[in-house]
């Protein structure tokens, strides 16, 4: 509904009355688009070009008076058609949940006092605060303006920021990045613009990553060379005196049984339970593509405050010129004290009063205990003040508010003519008085040296504001105080620092904070070893290409009183070294650096809406082991999708051998296994193995050494699937064949009887199946031999194994169906064979492997990655 006449008060709305609004209006949630429906989803998976295909040879057959052929195709597209939907249909759930995990959050005026809701739960004529990163969440009416500037390119695709004043409309979907303002919400949910605008575009495709558009491009030429050969064999078929029908049949069943259907269904449910596994972890993640680019990860920019350290401040000391005090308390609790000489605590409580002026956050009871409204920092200048005894702020008499950025580095308000400003020390100190006492820049280095957040209260009764700014000038500015604030490690972050290190991943900090405070926290944590670098923003070299070749480094880095822009260059020049780049944000005009880097990490917890749009894994807790977590669930998904990959391909290999030897004898050897067998080995070998490949859970090697800077699919990739695996099984399964055909007295150009030639096609197809089955083992490690693999850690492949060596015994000892595939039970050697089989494989990958870590000795250590 639209906003009746009435208008919030200062004090906004009662707690109840919004209370009894929101039960009326119902939440501010926007309508949800329909999704499309389950049996339209299923219908797609059952008429893509490779299922058309197949019915078109299911009708063939049929018309050839080949019934049981014809329905057995049938059976396949089904089978196939349903795993596909299921598998999306399951991402696709498992995608809106994840979502879910993340509700915006919105600051209003409530009973007088700022509080933070959901976004679901503004109702009309609440009186919202607006502050630099946020995004609007309903359509609003500016009643108070401070420098505010919004962007609206999501609604206008003006990328240029408006500046509306007091009286104008904002729109819901918009992002607010510079300023702060008051207003009142006149629309929400469905009545907003920004819904009237979702109606027009909630039909628009979205691009494909670039992992899916590679798989595409994957199953793209598979495709083309599976209709080549299937064309070939057809055109051989025929020349053979087959006739027209079977013909086409035989070829189009080649061409379908060679291409992997369920590729892109499997890498999707692969990304979506890493994603899942991510959250688990804390870490959301936005776009499931970026699940694998995490795993390439090789240099990590991380903010110091919320990441390594746990934003949980407290004010341990106040400088003022007239001494120092301490304080001492617990976390936000209010009830604390202060020791220091009478007149240091004077002048404390002159600059706590106007601290508190500048800021909105403040400490709250709930649930049994004080926590954060607002801004960490914030809420650590309303607690000193609290404790020094300071009067709340009458925040009527305010005539101008000039917010925080992070050009200005400093944040003032104009009360009763007097400008109270916060801020960096090396900012303001330059403009500021003294009024004796001990040095300033002296408290502040000593601070700061151990490991304090160090801040400057000033204030002025002559300085102008003017284009939200203050106008500085020497001696403009009081010091009133330096504020030493504490914000200890997390305790876990050194541990998780040492992974990266064995991981080769680098790590710089890269925080607005002043060096020497960075500098001891790094060196606390283990990011800063000796002779690592400490620099500040302003010392960077003004050249992209000295400024990566001064950052990579593995002893560590801290940069310093960094900009946006600085941050920007730094993802930038580090790209261009070959490095793959996560950049982690949280303010406003973090997003240009955020979009910049290969991963872009915004804060969950403290972090503007801004930073979140823009980001590609949001961090739930703000914690930098949650960083590790996802890297190495991404390496662990990056590895699952090229071991599923590796065992589809060696699967069409041996499958392709028999019709390859066929046409090339012209006929003279039989066919060793025919089109339904081979769509049965599809089923039987590949589907269940497949999946729980796709899930192998991370190994303990998945962060030893450097992260891959291939693609997923690259020449070691082809070389062993189409150079060791492929045509070991395919030899293997041909011998098998010919072995049992010669061990009857067949010869080349014979015809064998048809129960030798059903015995001889069942062995080589148990040899296909039974080395399948140990292919899934082998493809467990690209670098590990299977027995150096924990044998029980993937549970779901043994289970998968146990199910698939059913199916290969019912497709051969079930008499209507082994008559229906054409395959007969083998002899006691004959599974004896396959059994050998089955090591000899094991054996190859084994030489392989060890052939190759042998070649690799030469490399640089970590040039590869174990999995």
Not at 582 to 609: C, F, H, K, Q, Y
Not at 662 to 685: E, K, N
Request: aromatic letters at 4%; a negative charge.
């Amino acid at each position: 509904m639209q906003s009746s006449p009435r208008t919030s008060s200062a004090r906004g709305l009662s707690a109840a009355d919004a209370a009894r609004r929101l039960a009326g209006d119902g939440p501010n949630e926007l309508p949800v688009p329909r999704p499309a429906a389950a049996w339209k989803l299923l219908a797609a998976q059952l008429t893509h070009l490779f299922a058309i295909m197949l019915w078109i040879a299911a009708a063939l057959a049929l018309a050839a008076g080949l019934a049981p052929l014809a329905a057995a195709i049938a059976v396949i597209i089904i089978l196939n058609g349903v795993f596909a939907f299921a598998q999306e249909y399951r991402a696709d759930r498992a995608a809106e949940r994840l979502r879910d995990l993340l509700p915006a959050r919105v600051q209003v005026i409530r009973d007088g006092l700022v509080t933070t809701v959901d976004a679901t739960g503004l109702v009309l004529d609440d009186l919202v605060v607006l502050t630099a990163g946020d995004r609007v969440s309903a359509d609003l009416r500016l009643v108070t303006v401070h420098a505010l500037a919004v962007d609206e390119s999501m609604l206008t695709g003006e990328s240029v920021p408006v500046h509306p004043s007091v009286g104008q409309q904002v729109s819901a979907g918009t992002f607010v990045v510079q300023g702060e303002a008051e207003a009142v919400v006149t629309a929400v949910a469905g009545n907003t613009r920004l819904a009237a605008i979702q109606t027009l575009t909630e039909s628009a495709d979205r691009p494909d990553s670039p992992l899916t558009t590679e798989l595409h491009r994957l199953v793209r030429v598979v495709a083309v060379i599976a209709v080549a050969v299937g064309v070939s064999l057809a055109a051989v078929s025929m020349i053979l005196g087959l006739g027209v029908t079977h013909a086409l049949l035989f070829g189009v069943g080649v061409m379908v049984a060679l291409v992997p259907e369920g590729l892109l269904p499997t890498v999707t449910l692969s990304l979506a339970r890493a994603a899942q596994r991510m959250a688990h972890g804390n870490a959301l993640v936005r776009r499931l593509d970026a699940v694998e680019t995490l795993g390439a990860t090789t240099f990590v920019c991380t903010d110091k405050t919320g990441t390594l350290t746990m934003n949980q401040m407290e004010v341990q000391e106040v400088w003022t010129p007239r001494g120092t005090v301490v304080m001492t308390g617990g976390g936000y609790d209010p009830m604390g004290s202060a020791a220091g000489d009478p007149p240091a605590l004077d002048a404390a409580v002159r600059a706590a009063a106007a601290a508190i002026a500048c800021i909105r956050g403040r400490a709250v009871f709930a649930k049994d205990r004080w926590v954060a409204e607002g801004d960490p920092m914030e809420v650590a200048l309303d607690v000193l003040a609290r404790r020094l005894g300071v009067p709340a702020v009458d925040r009527a008499t305010t005539s101008h508010r000039i917010p925080f950025t992070s050009e200005t580095r400093y944040s003032a308000v104009v009360v009763n003519g007097n400008t109270m400003v916060i801020g960096a020390p090396d900012t303001l100190m330059p403009y500021c008085q003294v009024d004796g006492g001990p040095d300033a820049t002296a408290a502040v280095e000593e601070l700061a040296g151990r490991g304090r957040r160090v801040l400057a209260v000033a204030q002025s009764a002559g300085v102008r504001v003017h284009d939200g700014r203050v106008e500085l000038g020497p001696d403009a500015l009081e010091l009133l105080a330096v504020v030493g604030i504490e914000d200890p490690p997390r305790t876990d972050v050194h541990e998780a620092l040492a992974t990266c290190r064995k991981a080769d991943v680098r790590i710089a900090m890269v925080t607005g904070d002043h060096a020497a405070t960075a500098a001891v926290i790094a060196r606390e944590v283990g990011l800063l070893e000796p002779g690592g670098l400490v620099i500040t923003g302003a010392e960077l070299p003004a050249d992209d290409e000295s400024l990566g070749e001064l950052l990579d480094r593995a002893d560590g880095v801290v940069v310093a009183r960094v900009t946006p822009t600085d941050k920007l260059r730094i993802a930038r020049a580090l790209r261009a070294r070959g490095h793959v780049v996560a950049m982690t944000g949280d303010g406003v005009n973090d997003a240009p650096a955020l979009r910049e880097a290969d991963v872009g990490i915004a804060m969950g917890a403290s972090g503007s809406d801004v930073a979140r749009a823009a980001a590609d894994l949001v961090l739930l807790d703000d914690h930098f082991a949650s960083i590790v977590t996802a890297i190495r669930l991404g390496r662990a998904t990056f590895s699952n999708v090229r071991r599923f990959l590796t065992y589809h391909l060696t699967d069409n290999v041996a499958e392709l051998a028999p019709f390859a030897v066929w046409a090339l004898s012209g006929g003279s050897i039989p066919l060793a296994i025919g089109v339904l067998q081979v769509l049965a080995l599809d089923i039987g070998t590949d589907m269940l193995p497949a999946l729980a490949l796709g899930v192998e859970p991370p190994g303990e090697h998945t962060l030893e050494g450097a992260a891959r800077r291939h693609r997923i699919v690259d020449r070691g990739l082809l070389i062993r699937a189409f150079g060791v695996l492929g045509p070991t099984e395919a030899v293997l399964s041909m011998s098998a064949f010919l072995l049992v055909l010669i061990s009857h007295g067949w010869h080349l150009g014979s015809t064998p009887p048809a129960g030798v030639l059903a015995a001889a096609s069942g062995t080589a197809f148990a040899v296909i199946g039974v080395t399948q089955l140990a292919n899934a083992f082998a493809c467990r490690s690209e670098r590990r031999t299977v027995f150096e693999t924990r044998f029980m850690s993937n549970r779901g492949l043994l289970l998968a194994v146990l199910a698939e060596l059913v199916l290969l015994i019912a497709f051969l000892g079930v008499p209507q169906v082994a008559d229906l595939l054409g395959g007969g039970w083998p002899s006691y050697q004959g599974w004896l064979f396959a059994g050998a089989a089955g090591v000899v494989l094991l054996g190859a990958d084994t030489a392989a492997k060890l052939l190759r870590r042998g070649v690799g000795r030469g490399k640089l250590p970590g040039s590869t990655r174990r999995s």
